[in-house]
């Protein structure tokens, strides 16, 4: 994945599943400054490293494979934003113990999704597994030509991830909060800052709340994460070997102003990121559509849902509406994101919702090179 991935902020923390600090799983992933590892239901935790010389990731990676069984126990720390992962902290690793070592089995398990791969990963792992080609449902046949138009669209959205350009926008968003449903919308924020889209990801500067000054990098108050899902859609949704398949539904709009509209799944093994919940994530099924441009075939507007998260986890369900438009900087005409919506459903019942727009779009300087793991 790319350095920057979709942020998935929440409002509620996600529970700690042992009274005793203390939980096994499979080790996963070792960086610099932190350790995760995988929980027999899927949810994946990350720990601090504390500045010990036993615990540093030095000393984890001679100890220590992919895959291993671990028993950890560690501590609660003060809550903070750790702007280098762009995860939140609250845990830090206290002991590790080996409980045993990874076999072939252990070794498919950390390797279920492409978090291990994540670049900064000291631990070595199997060759990265060859995923199959995207697939395309069999068009009606009223569109015999959805197929080429989907391949169309799939090189064009592969093109402009590739030099997606540096640039400002204007964020107003509105955020909501139901405890019922149907859902009752209450608001509880008007936030408006600054959006910087440096190659494939987003940060912001100039962050207010409700008219107050929010420190830059920090998420707002009373309001869930969201952003950096525009170019981050391009890559999971159609490089070939994220196994994303595509099915034409329809043809949509009037004459001179037509699209298609694909349905699309992807598998938690494929190349979406995950969502987290406190000091906890999760991958999830991703379900969805998208429509294309006609004749073109250029993304338009991307709806995805997230669903079938570990029954533990504190969410059951997201859904996110990314809308670009053509936009004009300067003399010439780009493709980017113009409305975003997204709703996070709990399972204690309560959803969250944040509608953005963004406007007044202007050239940032800033060079982004942003690699992918190979």
């Known amino acids: 994945m790319c350095r920057v991935i979709v942020l998935l902020l929440l409002c509620a923390s996600g529970a700690i599943p ?23 239901d899927a949810r994946l935790f990350d720990f601090r490293l504390p500045k010990k010389a036993d615990l540093s990731a030095k000393a984890l990676v001679e100890r220590f494979h992919l895959g291993d069984q671990i028993e950890i126990s560690f501590k609660q720390i003060p809550s903070y934003f750790d702007l280098d992962a762009e995860l939140p902290r609250s845990l830090e690793l ?18 279920w999704t492409r978090d291990w791969l994540r670049p900064g990963n000291l631990l070595r792992g199997p060759d990265v597994p060859v995923h199959a080609v995207s697939q395309w449902g069999k068009p009606p046949e009223d569109a015999v030509d959805a197929a080429s138009i989907l391949e169309r669209g799939r090189a064009l959205a592969l093109a402009h991830a590739s030099k ?3 640039f400002i926008a204007d964020e ?19 936030v408006q800052a600054e959006a910087l889209f440096e190659g494939m990801g987003q940060r912001r500067r100039n962050q207010r709340s409700d008219g107050r000054k929010v420190p830059d990098g920090v998420p707002y108050p009373k309001c869930m994460g969201w952003g950096g899902g525009f170019g981050n ?14 099915t034409y539904t329809k043809k949509i709009g009037r004459p001179g102003s037509e699209g298609f509209v694909y349905k699309y799944e992807s598998p938690p093994e494929g190349c979406f990121p995950t969502s987290y919940a406190g000091p906890q994530r999760a991958y999830a099924w991703r379900t969805g559509s998208i429509v294309l441009k006609l004749p073109e075939g250029e993304l338009i507007q991307v709806v995805g849902r997230s669903e079938r998260f570990p029954q533990a986890y504190p969410i059951f369900e997201i859904t996110e509406t990314v809308t670009w438009g053509d936009v004009k900087i300067g003399d010439n005409s780009h493709l980017l994101p113009i409305g975003y919506e997204k709703v996070m459903y709990m399972r204690a019942g309560a959803r969250n919702r944040v509608v953005a727009e963004y406007s007044n779009h202007r050239h940032f300087e800033a060079e982004s090179n942003i690699k992918f793991p190979e």
Not at 172 to 187: E, G, H, K, Q, R
């Open 172 to 190: 107003i968003a509105d955020c909501y909060m139901s405890p019922t449903y149907p859902p009752n919308w209450m608001l509880l924020s008007k």
């Open 233 to 246: 859609y391009l890559r999971p949704l159609f490089e070939p070997e994220c196994n994303t398949k595509f």
């Open 94 to 111: 206290n002991k590790i113990k080996l409980i045993k070592p990874a076999d072939a089995q252990d070794v498919r398990a950390a390797t």
């Open 18 to 40: 042992a009274a005793d600090n203390s939980l096994r799983g499979t080790l996963e992933r070792v960086m610099e400054k932190s350790l995760t590892i995988l929980l027999p």
């Open 164 to 166: 997606m350009p540096n």
